[in-house]
Structures are given as structure tokens and as C-alpha cells.
């Protein structure tokens, strides 16, 4: 449910970036999707094709780029992927804080004919 | 044979409705409106919460959208109490989104300056990733729903300005490791203050509601 209305916006953007450009086909679409985005690519992919139907994108491969999130800590600086049930940096035993790196979510790139 | 060509996007999915939240939060900052984006689990008090703070904030106009899946019980109670209230069903989705709230906003009369709580739908996920136009993030927990939760939902922790922890009337009844729970919770949030609560005894309410009146200037 929740990625029905996003894959909407992707398709829409996707659209939009192939229409500026003359296309008459959007081929492909990259996206990057941190793991702390709260959005499943594969959640996307189910609705994707179903939503294309019609628009520029119909028939376009979408390509998901996933990102790891970081935390870095902010005792000894290292970054690191947590554990579950701890934010304990592996070097140090502080408690890590959250960094953009795992929030992404965007459409890095299309491809069009 | 077509050409193919690589068009470079690097736009973020969410930037309409971000675009749609900072409209409908000059709104309300125009018309004096300070407004709460209120998040929870199903059953952690959000409504119990909203009326209690509604009480202790006397001379300040409430407002409240109530956001529900289905049904209209919590706008139906509020409105008993003389609370300008507008109802949001979503039928399904699992969050507000800014142009829900957009349109609530727009069908809403706010004849004075007050504060305007927005119950997002309960759901500890997803209504942490989407802004809907809020000055301020107040999320609720409870002590009943176990210390792990900001280890488990570290966004809707980490997005917080004011966390309240209600139920604290149960702690003795149960195992709730507050150090745990906080160690998280401090990880990811150095600054939202944690105000425990009772909407059972009105522990807590006081507090919370002067940090409210406090930053909508009031």
C-alpha cells in the first residue's frame, strides 16, 4: 500500500525528465534506496509495471541501486553498519548517531529513446 | 534502431510532497496556528493524549485532524468537547501525507491563533517518513510497548522534538529496562525532551503541555 503512491511519483518523474527531453520511450530508470528510506525496491517493482501501463515508462526496467546506512560515532569518528538491537560502535563501545548515508531515495538516472 | 540516452535526474521522490508540506506549514504559521504532527502505535494514547494536553492548554485554541484507517470514534469524542475537529480517513494507507493534510487544512475554519494537533494514523513506520506540514514531531510510546522500540524504529525516534512516554502507570507491573529504552532513544535523538505520562493519574501533562505552549510562543 504504502509504495502504491510513491512508485506513482517515480513514474511521474520519470515522465516529466523523459517528456523535457523529446523521448518517446523512457528505457530504463535507476533509483537509490537506502535501507533506512522505509522503502522496500522490491515493494516498488510490484506495483511498477501495473502503474506504467500507459505512460512513457510502460516497459522501462527499473534498476534499484540499495544503500547500507552509517552511523557514525561520535567518540572516535569511525562509521560503521549497526548490529540489531545496538547502535555500540564496533571500535569503541560509544553509541553511534544516525548519518544521511542509508536515507536516500531518489531517482539517480533514466535512460530514454 | 533508436538512440538511447542517459538523462541524469538526482531528484528525491519525496520532493512534492515536501514541496506540498512547506505550503501547507506557511499556511498555518500565517494564520497563527502552530501546528503538532502527533505519531504512534496503534492503542499508545494518542487521542487520550490530545485531550489531556487540549485540557491543560486553557487559553489556547485547539484544533485536531484526526487521521484514522476507517472510523470516525476519536474525531466524534473530541468534537463532544467542543473541539474543532476535522476527520481524515485514508481507508487503507498506513500515513498522512501532505496533500491529505493540504486539503483538511483548506476545509478547516481557524477563526483564532491555537495550536493544531494532527493524529497521524498508529503506525511506528511509515507516518516517520513522510512531512505534513508540522512545526513540531511529538511522538507518543508507552512503557507497555517494551524498551526496544527505538532500536526497532530508530526514524520515528530520531525525527521527535517532544517524546512522551505514557502509561507510567503500569511500569511497576511490568519490565520495562528505562535504561535500555533511553540508552537508544539517546543515539538517535540528543535534544527532544522525554516527559513521562499517565493519562490515567495526568502525570506529565503539565510538562508537556508548557514545552507545547512554550514553542507555539504562547
Known amino acids: ?113 | 534502431m533508436h538512440d538511447i540516452r542517459k538523462i541524469n535526474v538526482m531528484e528525491n521522490i519525496h520532493d512534492e510532497n515536501d514541496h506540498i508540506a512547506s505550503h501547507v506549514r506557511e499556511d498555518l504559521t500565517e494564520k497563527g496556528i502552530f501546528a503538532i504532527n502527533v505519531m504512534g502505535a496503534p492503542g499508545i494514547g494518542k487521542t487520550s493524549a490530545i485531550k489531556g494536553l487540549i485540557e491543560k492548554l486553557r487559553g489556547i485554541t485547539p484544533y485536531v485532524i484526526e487521521g484514522d484507517i476507517e472510523s470516525d470514534i476519536d474525531a466524534r469524542a473530541l468534537r463532544a468537547l467542543g473541539v474543532k475537529t476535522f476527520q481524515i480517513n485514508t481507508f487503507g494507507a498506513c500515513h498522512l501525507d501532505a496533500p491529505l493534510v493540504h486539503n483538511a487544512v483548506g476545509n478547516m475554519e481557524f477563526d483564532e491563533k491555537g495550536v493544531l494537533f494532527i493524529e497521524n494514523i498508529g503506525n511506528l513506520v511509515c507516518p516517520a517518513e513522510f512531512s505534513i506540514g508540522e512545526h513540531a514531531l511529538m511522538l507518543i510510546c508507552s512503557v507497555t510497548e517494551g524498551s526496544d522500540k527505538p532500536y526497532k524504529y530508530p526514524l520515528a525516534f530520531e525525527k521527535a522534538d517532544l517524546i512522551l512516554l505514557n502509561k507510567v502507570d503500569l511500569a511497576p507491573h511490568l519490565d520495562f529496562d528505562e535504561a535500555f529504552f533511553m540508552k537508544g532513544l539517546r543515539a538517535l535523538n540528543k535534544d527532544a525532551p522525554v516527559i513521562k505520562l499517565s493519562a490515567k493519574t495526568g502525570e506529565g501533562f503539565d510538562e508537556a503541555a508548557a514545552w507545547i505552549a512554550a514553542r507555539a510562543g504562547r
Not at chain 1, 3 to 20: L, P, V
Open chain 1, 1 to 113: 500500500m504504502h509504495e502504491y503512491s510513491i512508485t506513482e511519483s517515480i513514474i511521474k518523474i520519470a515522465e516529466k525528465h523523459g517528456r523535457e527531453a523529446g523521448a518517446s520511450r523512457v528505457e530504463s530508470i535507476t533509483l537509490i534506496v537506502g535501507d533506512r528510506s522505509g522503502f522496500i525496491g522490491d515493494s516498488i517493482r510490484m506495483y511498477f509495471d501495473l502503474i506504467a501501463e500507459g505512460t512513457l515508462c510502460e516497459g522501462a526496467e527499473l534498476i534499484i541501486r540499495p544503500v547500507r546506512s552509517l552511523l557514525r560515532c561520535p567518540a572516535c569518528g569511525d562509521t560503521f553498519h549497526r548490529r540489531p538491537l545496538s547502535f555500540v560502535c564496533p571500535v569503541c563501545g560509544a553509541d553511534g548517531a544516525p548519518t544521511e548515508t542509508g536515507k536516500e531515495f531518489h531517482i539517480e538516472s533514466i535512460t530514454v529513446s
